[in-house]
């Protein structure tokens, strides 16, 4: 059973903006490290953004997307979001989030992958 949920994705035209939203499927204390991961048709499951559940470090961002997207949580709501900005085709995806594990090799997603969310990028 998937751990998250997402939301928020549709379709948007080239500079335009979306904000996904991310949150438990069952009743948490607190969302833990979250990151968001994005898969583009044909490609492989990457690492887009994450976020300590204390937001006190620097929040991690793909070089691909800096500058345009930001992840942010609300642990009042136990929700985690990524808003995105100056969006261009290339960014088109099924957006996923996950609890995410910080090693010595890098950030690591853990448990199920839920449903995403398809953010479409197209004029």
């Known amino acids: 059973q998937a751990q998250f949920v997402e939301s928020g994705g549709g379709l948007v035209q080239p500079g335009g903006s979306l904000r996904l939203s991310c949150a438990a499927s069952k009743i948490v204390f607190r969302l833990p490290d979250m990151g968001w991961y994005r898969q583009a048709p044909g490609k492989q499951r990457e690492l887009v953004a994450t976020?300590?559940?204390?937001?006190?470090?620097?929040?991690y961002y793909a070089d691909s997307v800096k500058g345009r997207f930001t992840i942010f949580r609300d642990n009042g709501k136990n929700e985690v979001y990524l808003q995105m900005n100056s969006l261009k085709s290339e960014d088109t995806a099924v957006y996923y989030c996950?609890?995410?594990?910080?090693?010595?090799?890098?950030?690591?997603?853990?448990?199920?992958w839920g449903q995403g969310t398809q953010v479409t990028v197209s004029s």
């Open positions: 996950n609890e995410v594990t910080f090693s010595a090799a890098g950030p690591s997603a853990v448990g199920s």
């Open positions: 976020i300590d559940v204390g937001s006190h470090g620097d929040p």
